[in-house]
């Protein structure tokens, strides 16, 4: 997850924040930069925090996808005194407008080529850029949404092509009742803070050297096929006997030994019984 003051933002895919690599700061232009790893068919969201929990004003965060603007999501200013919340200092945009009732949510795609020259100079300076500008706004209004976004997707000439091979799509549409927006207008003429999410596949990150190889297994740990192993050849020492047999006659001595020392206990103590049987007959008398 990128941060630059209070703010936070990352892109989600199934729940998780997806790595961030090469992260660059510009404090001149409050912005941060980073590389993240794409995989065509994932949804994904732009999911963006503030934990500044005395903010007293609204903020929104716009974003471009692919260098096309996507809408933005409003940040309502907390209250006085008002616990901040998980949901009241969080925002997620995962879908985009295309029609007063459709929505669309976002994924990662494939770019598609052509050879027609009439996409010559179609291919976008921001192919391959997901940007979330934060501003403070002003609350002005409600209406309804009217900046739709085209649900085709990006089509570049082969010769035009970028280095990535992704980009910004959409997902099957989902009808929704019309709702109202909120319209705002923002404070100033630069945003808070500007995070740039730079998407590639994986393996193009680790090529370029920004991402690191994925861990190899360590040596020994993979499982090999399995083998012959020759009975044992039991050594023996030229006297005959292998190694077994040698130990096995040791035992054998051993507890021969204990035997003796057992019987030898054993007629100690009647001596000694006899012994004192016998004194004690002689007081009798």
């Known amino acids: 997850m990128l941060s630059y003051g209070t703010l936070r933002a990352c892109i989600r895919v199934d729940g998780q924040a997806l790595e961030s690599y090469g992260i660059e700061m510009f404090p001149e232009e409050n912005k941060v930069t980073c590389w993240i790893a794409s995989e065509a068919g994932k949804t994904f969201s732009v999911v963006w925090q503030d934990i500044n929990h005395a903010r007293q004003y609204h ?5 471009i996808l692919d260098g096309v603007h996507g809408g ?3 940040m309502r200013a907390l209250s006085f005194n008002e616990p901040p919340t998980y949901q009241r200092c969080t925002a997620e945009f995962k879908y985009v407008n295309t029609s007063m009732n459709s929505v669309r ?3 990662f795609s494939r770019l598609q080529l052509t050879d027609e020259d009439q996409h010559m100079n179609s291919a976008h300076a921001e192919l391959g850029e997901i940007s979330l500008a934060i501003w403070p706004v ?3 209004g409600m209406g309804y949404q009217k900046k739709l976004v085209p649900a085709k997707g990006t089509m570049v000439h082969e010769r035009s092509k970028k280095a990535s091979s992704h980009c910004v799509g959409f997902g099957e549409e989902i009808r929704i009742q019309p709702q109202q927006i909120t319209h705002v207008a923002r404070i100033g003429t630069t945003p808070m803070t500007t ?3 730079r998407y590639r596949p994986f393996d193009r990150l680790v090529a370029d050297g920004i991402a690191p190889p994925p861990m190899q297994p360590l ?3 993979k499982r090999e096929a399995p083998v012959d192993v020759p009975e044992p050849d039991y050594h023996n020492d030229g006297t005959g006997l292998d190694a077994d047999d040698e130990t096995l006659r040791e035992l054998n001595a051993l507890k021969a ?3 003796r020392l057992e019987e030898r206990i054993s007629t100690t103590r009647n001596v000694k019984k006899v012994k004192i049987e ?3 007959a002689m007081r009798n008398q």
């Not at 903020?59 to 974003?63: L, P, W």
């Open 105 to 107: 949510p976002l994924t």
């Open 138 to 140: 002003n609350v002005i």
């Open 278 to 280: 016998s004194s004690g």
């Open 195 to 197: 995070f740039i999410f």
């Open 219 to 221: 040596r020994g740990t």
């Open 257 to 259: 030994q204990v035997r």
């Open 72 to 74: 933005g999501q409003l």
């Open 59 to 63: 903020q929104t965060g716009d974003v």
